[in-house]
């Protein structure tokens, strides 16, 4: 092989290290962008002050519309919920836009809205109230709760009979 045939593949390698570089750092340009433009990145860091690049990016990962409150020490974000599950059935699937919800790594609240459903912050407002009286009444001062739209695809209303029985209402 002479020097000749060599320099096009060299070229070709070459071109795609670099493509791939220029992929790579314009993710995170997005990623960096969002965080400094006050978008969805700064509104988690706000409620996980300290949180990782994969936690952030797995969390931005779950298409986060909104967020409230701040970790700290000695939540107890279960007795939270178990509180307020009660109050937040009229914001169940299939009547209301609320998925599911549950307690992430990072220590916060989850909540999963249908992707469906309008973009308004009332909505996880008046969520965010019920969730955080409960909180107040447990002690726990802003309660840390991120909201994300689920890619989930709209569900028969015949599964609303698998959930527990504090989620079906009264009778079960």
Known sequence: ????????????????VILVSIGAASIYADLTADVEAGG???????????????????????DVCA???RVGEGQDLLAILRAAGPDLE?????????????????GCIQIF????APDNHSTTDAIYQVIDCHGRDLGVSGTPVIFARTPFPARPAVEETFSPPWMRGKGA
């Open 67 to 69: 967020a409230y409150g």
């Open 90 to 106: 009229t914001y169940l699937y299939p009547d209301g836009p609320v998925y599911c919800y549950g307690i992430t790594y990072p």
């Open 1 to 16: 092989m002479d020097q000749g045939s060599k320099a096009p593949a060299f070229l070709v390698a070459a071109l795609a």
């Open 113 to 116: 809205l249908d992707g469906e």
């Open 40 to 62: 969805a990145g700064a509104a988690v860091r706000e409620v996980v002050p300290g949180i990782g690049e994969d936690d952030l990016e797995r969390i931005l990962a779950c």
